[in-house]
């Protein structure tokens, strides 16, 4: 900011000693020459980079020079004609210096405002992939990274596991506890969830009380120990709700070779994640899936 303030200090005593160069010119060579045009190069210069002030006083400066230059090599027989003379040129030089200095400002304008528009769209495009409770990323948004990663196992022959996480006894909460504590105790959930996965893992809240994790190459040692650890942190996160009692329900499919479509693999997991419900709550169920296509199907309670 000092160095701006400094530069905008000089733009108007090197536009008044580029006036004065340009005075001096039209004095030594007469009026044969007229370098009317050179006149308006530093009024321009200053009213772009300078203040609305300094462009009214560079202009009132390059008249006073024009009318120097003038009187210097020009015998006018009445004061009129120097006296418009000089009103005309300071007027047609304020006039540029203003039109000058509201076009920089404009452009200066328009400029923060496209910078605003692309952040507000950013923004907008953020939320639009980001659940507004728990600022977890939301089904579009895992969606998309499904589709990527689907493509990215199909290239390179890695595996891909997916597990769907339902909350048990959500709606109590809610119902005798108020919604305010059912978002805050949401919150805690995906903090939960995400405390229990790698970095590279891609957590979403899909639904109500459901949420979906990618789990970005995980072995089949893992799956069950990882399931376990969703519904025990899970179901601590509803210790403040003891009449709720508050658990979890996980499903986990996991496939050696990608074969599914987005919507399959989710429907899949889905799918065992109730039937971890119906096995009683609080209940994790996953698949394995090998090749060529060797499913086990285990619940663990």
């Known amino acids: 900011m000092a160095k701006t303030l400094k530069e905008r200090h000089l733009n108007l005593p090197i536009a008044a000693l580029a006036i004065f160069m340009i005075c001096l010119f039209d004095v030594l060579t007469g009026p044969e020459v007229a370098p009317s045009l050179f006149y308006l190069v530093p009024v321009i210069f200053c009213s772009w980079h300078g203040s609305r002030r300094d462009a009214l006083y560079v202009a009132l400066v390059a008249a006073l020079l024009w009318l120097v230059a003038d009187i210097s090599t020009r015998n006018y027989v009445s004061l009129f004609p120097l006296v418009w003379n000089s009103a005309s040129r300071f007027l047609l030089f304020f006039a540029a210096a203003i039109m000058t200095h509201t076009l920089r400002r404009d452009r200066l304008e328009l400029k923060r405002t ?149 919507s399959e693999l989710i429907r899949k997991a889905d799918d065992l994640m109730y039937q971890a419900k119906r096995n009683g709550k609080g209940q994790i169920a996953f698949e394995i899936v090998r090749s060529p296509q060797t499913v086990v199907t285990t619940a663990v309670s």
């Open 114 to 262: 496209n910078k605003e528009l692309r952040n507000l769209m950013r923004a907008e495009a953020a939320l639009a992939r980001t659940d507004s409770i728990t600022n977890l990323p939301n089904a579009r948004s895992l969606e998309e990274a499904l589709e990527r990663e689907i493509a990215r196992c199909r290239r390179t022959g890695k595996s891909i596991c997916v597990a769907c996480i339902d909350l048990d006894n959500f709606k109590s909460i809610n119902d005798h506890y108020g919604h305010v504590a059912g978002d805050s105790l949401l919150r805690r959930v995906s903090e939960s969830i995400r405390d229990n996965i790698r970095a590279s893992d891609f957590p979403a809240r899909v639904g109500g009380d459901e949420f979906v994790v990618l789990l970005w190459e995980i072995s089949v040692a893992d799956v069950e120990e990882v399931g376990k650890r969703f519904v025990d942190s899970i179901t601590a996160c509803g210790r403040d709700f003891p009449n709720a009692k508050l658990g979890a329900s996980v499903g986990i499919v996991w496939l050696e070779r990608p074969g599914l479509e987005v």
